[in-house]
């Protein structure tokens, strides 16, 4: 869909609040399971409202990244340029980075303007992500290093410039400082999950990579009332019980990804997306039956997106395997290897391996034998392969 923007006026300050209202209702249908309803209801004024394109290709976006489908990526990577290009028509014509802070930068920037420049930060990032999943080579990582920086540069002005006695509150600061938030703390957060000599290259190139301090900073955009506070909460239910395992540094905290996750449980008890970080957390507790629970009833919440679903087969894949129940474990690396495109050599793989933890006088589902399973994989690894950041899967 073309996201060419309407040769219009910009809107007051008043259409931006009401803007940011709709949106907040849309991602309440989000969250309720209602995609389709949600887009709908962002896709009545993409073409003339900036957080409604934004969040609009955001949704889309978070669909492509889950389906690793190349078509879907790229798409979503076009979607995404388009509403940047929407931004940039809200912008002031001046350059933000240096602007903002000086002396008269508060009587400069229009609060619509600053909100422009928080909405084409967060597309610049959203676009590199995009753009180094369908394809990652030389060119890509120049240009993708290109929008990083003059998106971390727009954020740390922004940052500087609210915490500035030129800063006044207009009617919707409070979404903009939860956009604010959310880059300044991601940003922090992402470098600081560097090895240290290249994240003193990272510090010396003019980039923070202070992990308290981002922390605090999602937090900080996560308990106020504003539309990035789903984002934040986000990023931070993903650290504390996805990142830390995965990079093994150790610093899960449960109780932080348990206080996020209960009012939003509370609220939307039927989300697929909440049902399964409740289950992720049962899960690192060792609560295998209650998180085998969660994740079930994340499947059944919903059906209109089957990424959700693919998600938790991964998650109940690992659970049912601590439990030794291989058979069910292979069942759902079966549905995996079948239905979704992220890496179709792991489960391949994973099928395999299942199977020869049976007894060898069991029947194996299907049909299907181990060792023909891993004959397979290796004579179709091309086929299987994915490419994500010039690496296969």
């Given at each position: 869909?073309?996201?060419?923007?309407?040769?219009?006026?910009?809107?007051?300050?008043?259409?931006?609040?009401?803007?940011?209202?709709?949106?907040?209702?849309?991602?309440?249908?989000?969250?309720?399971?209602?995609?389709?309803?949600?887009?709908?209801?962002?896709?009545l004024?993409?073409?003339?409202?900036?957080?409604?394109?934004?969040?609009?290709?955001t949704?889309?976006?978070?669909?492509?990244?889950?389906?690793?489908?190349?078509?879907?990526?790229?798409?979503?990577?076009?979607?995404?340029?388009?509403?940047?290009?929407?931004?940039q028509?809200?912008?002031?014509?001046?350059?933000?980075?240096?602007?903002?802070?000086?002396?008269?930068?508060?009587?400069?920037?229009?609060?619509?303007?600053?909100?422009?420049?928080?909405?084409?930060?967060?597309?610049?990032?959203?676009?590199?992500?995009?753009?180094?999943?369908?394809?990652?080579?030389?060119?890509?990582?120049?240009?993708?290093?290109?929008?990083?920086?003059?998106?971390?540069?727009?954020?740390?002005?922004?940052?500087?410039?609210?915490?500035?006695?030129?800063?006044?509150?207009?009617?919707?600061?409070?979404?903009?400082?939860?956009?604010?938030?959310?880059?300044?703390?991601?940003?922090?957060?992402?470098?600081?999950?560097?090895?240290p000599?290249?994240?003193?290259?990272?510090?010396?190139?003019?980039?923070?990579?202070?992990?308290?301090?981002?922390?605090?900073?999602?937090?900080?955009?996560?308990?106020?009332?504003?539309?990035?506070?789903?984002?934040?909460?986000?990023?931070?239910?993903?650290?504390?019980?996805?990142?830390?395992?995965?990079?093994?540094?150790?610093?899960?905290?449960?109780?932080?990804?348990?206080?996020?996750?209960?009012?939003?449980?509370?609220?939307?008890?039927?989300?697929?997306i909440?049902?399964?970080?409740?289950?992720?957390?049962?899960?690192?507790?060792?609560?295998?039956t209650?998180?085998?629970?969660?994740?079930?009833?994340?499947?059944?919440?919903?059906?209109?997106?089957?990424?959700?679903?693919?998600?938790?087969?991964?998650?109940?894949?690992?659970?049912?395997?601590?439990?030794?129940?291989?058979?069910?474990?292979?069942?759902?690396?079966?549905?995996?290897?079948?239905?979704?495109?992220?890496?179709?050599?792991?489960?391949?793989?994973?099928?395999?391996?299942?199977?020869?933890?049976?007894?060898?006088?069991?029947?194996?589902?299907?049909?299907?034998?181990?060792?023909?399973?891993?004959?397979?994989?290796?004579?179709?690894?091309?086929?299987?392969?994915?490419?994500l950041s010039?690496?296969?899967?």
């Amino acid at each position: 869909m073309n996201l060419e923007a309407m040769p219009t006026d910009s809107c007051p300050a008043q259409d931006l609040k009401a803007s940011l209202g709709e949106c907040m209702e849309a991602l309440n249908l989000f969250l309720s399971n209602r995609f389709s309803e949600s887009l709908e209801h962002l896709r009545l004024r993409i073409r003339e409202s900036m957080y409604h394109a934004l969040v609009h290709a955001t949704i889309l976006g978070m669909q492509a990244m889950m389906t690793f489908e190349h078509d879907d990526l790229v798409q979503a990577g076009q979607t995404m340029k388009e509403v940047q290009e929407i931004c940039q028509r809200f912008r002031r014509k001046s350059p933000l980075v240096g602007s903002v802070l000086n002396k008269s930068g508060g009587d400069v920037f229009t609060e619509e303007e600053i909100h422009a420049e928080v909405c084409y930060a967060e597309c610049l990032l959203q676009r590199v992500a995009l753009t180094f999943l369908q394809d990652e080579n030389m060119m890509n990582f120049i240009r993708g290093g290109m929008k990083v920086q003059t998106s971390y540069l727009i954020y740390r002005d922004l940052n500087n410039f609210l915490r500035s006695v030129d800063y006044s509150l207009g009617e919707s600061h409070l979404h903009l400082e939860g956009g604010v938030a959310l880059g300044i703390g991601a940003f922090n957060l992402t470098l600081s999950l560097f090895p240290p000599r290249i994240l003193k290259l990272l510090e010396f190139a003019g980039f923070s990579g202070d992990k308290a301090y981002g922390l605090s900073r999602l937090h900080e955009g996560a308990s106020s009332p504003n539309l990035r506070s789903l984002l934040c909460s986000m990023v931070l239910l993903c650290y504390y019980t996805f990142l830390t395992f995965i990079l093994g540094t150790g610093e899960g905290d449960v109780k932080e990804a348990e206080d996020l996750l209960r009012p939003y449980l509370i609220r939307y008890p039927k989300s697929a997306i909440f049902l399964f970080f409740a289950g992720r957390i049962e899960e690192i507790k060792g609560n295998i039956t209650e998180a085998i629970r969660y994740f079930e009833e994340g499947c059944a919440a919903q059906q209109a997106w089957k990424q959700f679903h693919h998600m938790c087969y991964w998650e109940l894949m690992w659970c049912f395997a601590y439990k030794a129940m291989w058979k069910m474990a292979y069942f759902y690396a079966d549905l995996l290897s079948k239905e979704n495109h992220w890496s179709k050599a792991m489960y391949v793989y994973m099928k395999a391996a299942f199977l020869t933890m049976l007894p060898l006088d069991e029947p194996r589902p299907f049909g299907e034998e181990e060792v023909n399973l891993f004959r397979k994989k290796c004579a179709e690894g091309k086929k299987c392969d994915i490419n994500l950041s010039g690496g296969n899967l």
